[in-house]
């Protein structure tokens, strides 16, 4: 079963504005990671941040996470055509320390219009 | 290149076939796991080897599904008696897990993925 939900499900933009996907998750967490899978591909890492970290950056990505809302944002700035891509979230629950399995969220569907 | 490969990359079969996937980690990484994930779907956990100990099986591995990592390095997955059921991407991870002052390292690098159609 998914931990969670990102919001929106699908997400429309212009090129060079900024994109913001957002994640709720269930249980309490050790950490949330956010993965990019482009049409019938793997996933790629973006960006991991732990349960006690409130937010994170990496180039043009920008991470937050409240634990107490159980809820973490990614924020992607200047969006690109090459940004197009599904987003999903996943974190690995509290209890699985030891076992760092993946329990990922339904995903964001990105479209970046050139 | 030093990622994730995983072989085939698409197989198409017919309903009650036998298939096998392999995965070939990172070269030392100690981890290895198995997802599956459908169509419109975030994936889901199937199994995860630490060297060559399978250490849990997700209840979505029904009996005709088995793993293995005999060397603790690549990965078999077979399916055994297909059904239309199983069609999906089959996503394999590999992570180097350590602990240092109660600490691991746990980022996931994903291969490309299996894509089984079962007719």
């Known amino acids: 079963s998914q931990q969670g939900e990102e919001d929106p499900q699908a997400l429309s933009i212009q090129e060079g504005e900024n994109a913001t996907m957002n994640c709720s998750y269930k249980?309490?967490?050790?950490?949330l990671q956010w993965y990019r899978q482009n049409s019938g591909r793997g996933l790629v890492h973006l960006i991991l941040i732990r349960s006690n970290e409130r937010e994170k950056h990496s180039g043009r990505l920008r991470v937050t996470l409240d634990t107490s809302k159980k809820s973490s944002s990614l924020l992607i700035t200047a969006s690109r055509a090459a940004d197009t891509a599904s987003y999903f979230c996943?974190?690995?629950?509290?209890?699985?320390?030891?076992?760092?399995?993946?329990?990922f969220g339904t995903g964001t569907r990105l479209t970046i219009i050139p | 290149d030093t990622g994730v490969s995983q072989n085939p990359r698409h197989k198409i079969t017919k309903r009650g076939q036998n298939v096998t996937f392999r995965c070939d980690p990172i070269?030392?990484?100690?981890?290895l796991y198995w997802y599956r994930q459908t169509l419109g779907q975030g994936p889901e956990f199937l199994t995860y080897f630490q060297n060559e100990a399978q250490l849990e099986k997700s209840r979505l591995l029904s009996d005709r599904f088995s793993a293995e990592r005999p060397k603790g390095s690549f990965s078999t997955l077979e399916i055994q008696r297909t059904e239309q059921g199983d069609s999906a991407m089959y996503l394999c991870a590999s992570s180097l897990v350590w602990r240092g002052r109660g600490t691991s390292t746990d980022t996931q690098y994903f291969g490309p993925g299996t894509r089984l159609t079962v007719l």
């Open positions: 996943a974190t690995v629950p509290s209890s699985n320390f030891g076992n760092e399995k993946l329990t």
């Open positions: 070269s030392e990484h100690n981890r």
């Open positions: 249980t309490s967490i050790n950490n």
